[in-house]
């Protein structure tokens, strides 16, 4: 049995690297194990590891016992895709990947450079510091996954507070219970207000198409409106603001999307700061069905397993000199959006959200800079989701 917990806290000198002791995980044979969510779990740190596990038929998404977090809280919860296998997954899925196709996205992508225009203009307007968290990272995406669900932004108070308490990784169960019933009320409510009055979005969609004929649930598209909404803006604005921090700790780089109109150049250094920052830390569990072996370790039926995301994308084997943020890297296949059948929904709007949301902060504020220094600012280790609470900027 092992003392440690998982995930690791970052260091206040280098925020932005892992946990140092995940290098000392991933270079030792076998796997580590860790308490994670109050289970002890096998942690897997290398890179061709995390992939075989994560696409090995033995190895089940079906981890709910090991889950304590977010909207999986609870043995009655409807399914959700993330943590279901196929061919239910992929049953499941299908009904959503029509509005996160790269068609789709790229008819969106004039409406995100608008959006963050308008925030950029508000926070120009407000007056000089501001948090670029409140008033540019988590608005931006919070607009855009409303629109695409047919949430009314006039919400996002409410979803943005209970989906901190689901990602406070100190918030008990009870808490986190009690936030996801109170969101799956509240999407339970849309369901029912998109039957009556349905738009142009994916809840009604999911709900004529899916629910008004059999095929789904209320209260399992309900439950997949949640995670959605969580996942859809939670993950992109904490991408923005650390990943705004960690170019204003780099100027060479802040330098080169500033200035560059080269397409595939931004694109690239999304997938690098995606890889380098890796904010995805501790949510991707497993469980073993069958007795298997994975890195040279003997894994047991009904075991879980937590795939150690930021030490895959900083293993040597994949990124070399893996600390350096370099934009000329090969860096696809990264692991930040997971791997397989279950790789982020998402990705193709996260993708585009960033691409557009850093090189235009980046423009119209060419003086932008931290109020305090790095060693001041207050970093999400206490958040399922790693990122920042604040982030005080001048220009």
Known sequence: ???????????????????????????????????????????????????????DPRVSAQALALQSNGAHDGTNAPDIFPRMDDPEHARLRRMLTKDFTVKRVNAMRPGIQQMADDLID?????????????????????????????????????????????????????????????FFGYMMQLVARKECEPGDDLMSRLVHEHVLTGELRRETAAMNGVILLNAGHETTANMIALGTA???????????LRETDDDALIANAVEELLRYLTIVHSLVARVAHEDLEIGGQQVKAGEGLVMNLPAGNWDPAFAIDAGELDFDRA??????????????????????????????????????????????IRFRNDMSIYGVHDLPVAW
């Open 122 to 182: 508000a926070m120009i307007a407000g007056g000089q510091p501001a948090n670029l968290v409140t008033d540019y990272a988590l608005p931006l995406p919070s607009l855009v996954i409303s629109l695409l669900l047919g949430v009314p932004y006039s919400d996002h108070d409410f979803f943005q507070k209970i989906t901190a308490t689901m990602m406070t990784m100190g918030a008990s169960r009870e808490q986190k219970a009690a936030a996801s019933r109170e």
């Open 1 to 55: 049995m092992t003392n440690a917990t998982f995930p690791g806290t970052r260091s206040a000198r280098h925020p932005f690297d892992p946990p140092a002791e995940y290098t000392q995980w991933r270079e030792r044979p076998g796997l580590h194990q860790a308490i994670w969510n109050g289970h002890t779990v096998w942690v897997v740190s290398r890179f061709e590891d995390i992939k075989a596990a994560m696409t």
């Open 331 to 376: 860096v696809r296949g990264h692991l930040a959006f997971g791997h397989g059948v279950h790789q982020c929904l998402g990705q193709v709007l996260a993708r585009a959200e960033l691409q557009i949301a850093l090189p235009t902060l980046l423009r119209r504020l060419p003086g932008l800079r931290l109020t305090v220094p790095l060693e001041e």
């Open 246 to 256: 960690a170019l204003l700790d780099n100027p060479a780089k802040a330098t080169v």
